[in-house]
């Protein structure tokens, strides 16, 4: 006698079943669980920490690949008479790549950075923003792991001959300050001394273009004594008095009386 089919729905060919794998591994912590949702925003999450949970990312050096490293920028600039570049270099760095970098794009800056108008004053502030990196740089400890050697730091940047570049503006400033300083006072502002009353002057020019100077009323030199100003309107001068040229007055308008000595 036949055996009879199994009934509607049941059996390896159920209505709405899968036919399971023997091969298929047993549920577990790690494996994707059929029919499973995401736990809601908020809840514990089901993996347990370990080699599964992802990790912080660590920056390494991106010249080396040695750690420790920190991120940090490194700025260099040129001047070029009219036109001027701005130079950067960015990403982690450890100590070793970073001290070389920041010695080597502040050496640069400093014989490269001069020769332009406004580049004159960037290069003191360029020089000035890569103290903070180079500070970071000198905390780290001595870069490890890396899958090449580190950059060497070479000599510190007070020891390299581009300094040198650098010390020979800031000299030329140096004396050029007190040099004018010295000059405006010996010659002077080039503005007409004003003439006090009962002064003695000289004239050192013409009376169309006058030179007047004040001198000692002893001195040989001496040649006129100033006696009064021309203040008030309908004013006038002694008999044989001279008049000055009005840029002599206290307000640079005022003509004063010049009576001759000899």
């Known amino acids: 006698m036949a055996t009879p089919p199994p009934p ?69 600039h040129q001047g070029i008479v009219v036109v001027m570049r701005f130079l950067s270099l960015r990403g982690p760095f450890c100590r070793d790549c970073g001290l070389s970098t920041v010695r080597d794009m502040s050496a640069k800056t400093l014989w490269q950075g001069w020769w332009g108008p406004l580049s004159v004053v960037i290069t003191p502030v360029t020089l000035l923003a890569n103290l903070a990196p180079w500070g970071r740089f000198r905390k780290l400890a001595a870069p490890t792991g890396g899958f090449r050697p580190a950059l060497a730091p070479g000599r510190p940047l007070t020891r390299r001959p581009e300094a040198l570049v650098f010390l020979v503006p800031m000299l030329l400033v140096a004396v050029a300050i007190p040099a004018l300083f010295v000059t405006g006072v010996l010659v002077g502002d080039g503005s007409a001394p004003t003439l006090p009353v009962g002064a003695c002057v000289r004239n050192d020019g013409d009376w169309a273009d006058q030179d007047l100077q ?38 640079g308008a005022t003509i004063s009386c010049l009576e001759p000595l000899h």
């Open 8 to 76: 509607y729905g049941t059996g390896s060919h159920a209505w709405g079943s899968q036919p399971v794998s023997p091969y298929a591994p047993p549920p577990g912590p790690y494996s994707p669980q059929a029919n499973s949702f995401p736990p809601p925003q908020g809840a514990a999450s089901p993996y347990p920490p370990g080699p599964y949970a992802p990790q912080a990312a660590v920056p390494a050096c991106h010249i080396c690949g040695a750690l420790p490293a920190v991120p940090a920028t490194v700025r260099g």
């Open 214 to 251: 004040i001198t000692d009323c002893g001195a040989p030199g001496a040649e006129y004594k100033v006696t009064g100003r021309l203040e008030k309107a309908g004013s006038t001068c002694a008999g044989g008095d001279y008049l000055a040229d009005p840029k002599y007055g206290p307000d």
